[in-house]
């Protein structure tokens, strides 16, 4: 079936992919020498019940066992601290960066108009 897929390359591959990470949210990454941690700080997606603080879509990559951040790690109990600490650095990032006011998103990247993109999977 991959074959009857278009190809994608170029500036319309780099374009969709833009707007698919546009529709996940408004991620934020903040990376120390030892960790990194995606979050969107907005998100409403529950909470899981093993005790970690994290939301479902979380990421946090243990940099010095993981330099090619193949492990999510941000469920595990045991980096709960870890998170807190990421999420305190962000929001410190966030007051001294960003307006009060979210940038709304465009309705066109570049020359063209958004790419006609399913994201209901």
Do not use: C, F
Request: zero cysteines; aromatic letters at 6%.
């Amino acid at each position: 079936m991959l074959h009857e897929l278009p190809e994608s390359y170029g500036s319309p591959a780099v374009m969709g992919s833009l707007w698919a990470r546009e529709a996940e949210g408004r991620r934020k990454m903040v990376r120390t020498r030892e960790w990194k941690y995606v979050t969107d700080l907005s998100s409403t997606s529950g909470r899981n019940t093993n005790g970690s603080t994290a939301h479902s879509q979380d990421e946090l990559y243990d940099l010095n066992n993981d330099p090619w951040e193949q492990t999510n790690v941000a469920h595990n109990p045991d980096n709960v601290a870890v998170i807190s600490n990421m999420r305190a650095l962000i929001l410190d990032w966030m007051l001294e960066t960003e307006e009060y006011n979210p940038v709304p998103l465009p309705t066109v990247i570049g020359r063209g108009p958004k790419p006609n993109i399913d994201t209901s999977n």
